[in-house]
């Protein structure tokens, strides 16, 4: 019941033993570090001018109901009540990333529970919320559609009349007009037909519960009137330059009356790309002339915004009788709740199921992936959109086939993965392919973490291959000031990860001055050219890339500025990740609890800019794999969020990390000239298959949904017992 | 009513009424280095001393802080710098929105345990979540501060 290592090489690379930062790269401490230690740096909640008003929302209390008699009275005699406002006093339109389908205001029928009915203004942030209690409606219930297949049958109540009439709508009329979007890729009847002739087949459905990113700082949005029709906005924003676009087209403004300011993240993981409530706010501000602030509660955040989709998804996969896989069919199905405004790729899909393919040899593959609306909260994306979800059900499915085959399975991953100047399933051929390096790697550690007495133990494992992107279009400014100092102006806001310390290291490096000696600061998106956000693990790489420029530019302007660089694509090649995690677990045989002892992360990188800011990418996306594996489920039945908080909601704590070991596979090629491998949405991906996989071998039992709780082992084991 | 009380050292008055958090009471005079998280006490967030002890102020209702002798980020960050250093030179952070109240709960466990094993510290900072970092760093910092 363990996972083999046999003939593994032993590779104890791990990150302490690392050699040195290359010559030049100087690892000094954190941009922000000192203030944001101190409690010196201020977040969008923490910023209030003078004469600032405050706006809570009513929210619905029911999944699917028609809207009749809206009372505002009571509302508005509430003390500091400014104003009570319901969609039929605010402008029309609607707004998204991608498809616009999202109204200020709930209008005519409210389509998940805690969607916003109407809006109060008032002298204090308590004045407006129990102004926003106070409003009455009457709901007239229409049945509600809750789960994806559900919701794709074909008799299934209408959630939109008329999807496809929105801009930026996927589907079409012909659609099932519960669709939010699909992709199709492959060829199923080429699979179907190599699946017939294989020599062992597995065909299972896994499911992984809705979830929130579980930043700790609620979105929070401050709109400030600065001329006729004009607005200065700080927001909970990743994408600011994004975010000015989609409120102008929502509220039919000119872009350019829009400023949104800087200023700092408390956390993102995916969710603060979402256009949430700034339109709301910057039409209060402008109608009303003052300083207009929403600061959601940590609950409503939870309910309300744009979690991660759930999920089931089917997987069949098969091999020959040496254990070389002959196909492998994915077909994900998601709830994306009432709207499909969070999802910002063309596809208004999930990139990270068709990403499931990539990293292993296959001579054939389908994948389809189907989100469908569903009166629940609207899902965005979260970290690796899709990814987890579908390497979740692949991981598990390559396990299940190496059980059937009997074939160890470390070794079935190692007969399969990708290398080096092969083709992925899509017909590109990657140059570069370090699975099996990867594999060895993390493998090859040894493991020393014992289990409690008497409980079940064991590995699993699990892979995961990730594109990192060539360099996208970015902008940048740098000048010197009276003091001497050189500031840097970048487009995006510091989330957490340390990009903006990454800028200054590499700048510092490229023009040979000291660190200290460079200032980075977010520009607003009055003063720099364009950018499209954090995401999509393109920051340092990017990044990077412009920073090169900008040096080079500061140089030829005789090192005085200012200077500007608007970047845009150049022919850098995407490069191919590999990350592979070892979970070493304990299982209680009386309770099924499950204890993460040790997991091993081993990562197949390039250059690190900064090797501080790198680790504690891998061991916080390690961590929040832990919570999707093991505790995190919204719980979404009947219409509501039960799990809606952090008592309710859990993420890990200090006490539940286990042992995070990581194993750098270095050597690697990367992009850019930073020659750099994308880090921040690696980790957190593996980790619920490697789990699971682990439970099954120290128990027997094949866990198909997640998070693994302690009743669903302790059934599971029950249920093997009684045959 | 009126709140007399003593924050960071320097006597301080406020009016409140007998539900006002002690949050909101700091936040209200310009403390803003103290957060709001969950508002329900469990993520730590907003992790400040009443009496030497950590507390979630968000629960901490500010009739019950009268006369007491409060600390926040803002009043440690200057006492004690080297908790400061420990977080800034073991990274103890990434988006820095929990970072506060870590620094607080370090404070706390400053007047208990000295020095701690990493296992006690994990267990000490259960209260505080933090969705970054994986706590690795965390935990360095304040084993750092307490002189382990």
Known sequence: MRLACAGARRRPMTASSLPAPPAGVVDAS??????????????????QPDGTLHAAVARSPLAHALIGAVSTQAAAAVPGVVAVLTAADLPAGLSGRRVRDTPLLATGKVRFTGERVAVVVATSAGAAEAGAAAVEVDYDELPAVLAAAAALAPDAPLIHEAPWRYDGAVVSEGDHPNLQSQVDEGDRSEVERALAGAAWVVDRTYR???????????????????????????ATTKSPYRLREQIAQCLGMDAAAIEIEPVPLGGDFGGKGAVGEAPLCVTLALRIGRPVKMVLRSGEDIIATDGRHPSSIRVRVGCDAGGALVGLDVDGLFAGGAYAASKPIPSVNLHGVADAALGYRLPCFAIRSRIAYTNTMPKGHMRAPGAP???FAVERGIDELAAAAGIDPVELRRRNLLKSGEADAYGHRWPEARGVETLDAATGVVMTVPPPPGWLAARGVAAYARPTPAPGPTSLRLEREASGRLMVEVPIPETGTGSHTVVRQRLAGALGVPPASIEVRQGSTGTLGYDPGVGGSRVTVGMSTAVDQLAEAWVAAGGDGPVSVDTQPGDDQPALAYCVQVASVAVDPGTGQVKLLELVSAVDVADIVRPASHRLQIDGGALMGLGFALLEDLLEEDGQVWASNLGEFKLPTAADAPALRTVLVEGGTGVGPANVKSVGELTNVPVAAAVANAVAAAT???????PITAERVYWAMRDREAG | MRLRAEVNGQPF?????????????????GLTGTKEGCRIGVCGVCTVLVGGLPVSSCLYLAPCVEGADIWTVEGMAEREPALVDAFVNREGMQCGICTPGQVMAAAAAARETLPASDGE?????????CRCTGYKSIVDAVRTYLGG
């Open chain 1, 30 to 47: 954190r941009v922000d570090a000192r203030a944001k230690a101190s409690g010196a740096t201020l977040y969008t909640a923490d910023l």
């Open chain 1, 208 to 234: 992984t519960p809705a979830g929130h990113q579980g930043y700790l700082e609620p979105q929070a949005w401050l709109a400030v009137p600065s001329g006729p029709g004009a607005v200065r906005l700080w």
């Open chain 1, 700 to 706: 027997g039992c094949q866990l198909r949904q997640l």
């Open chain 2, 13 to 29: 008055e406020a009016e409140v009424d007998s539900t006002t958090s002690l949050l909101d009471v700091l936040r209200s005079a």
């Open chain 1, 389 to 391: 979800q579908a390497v």
């Open chain 2, 121 to 129: 510290i994990r267990r000490y900072l259960e209260g505080n979540l």
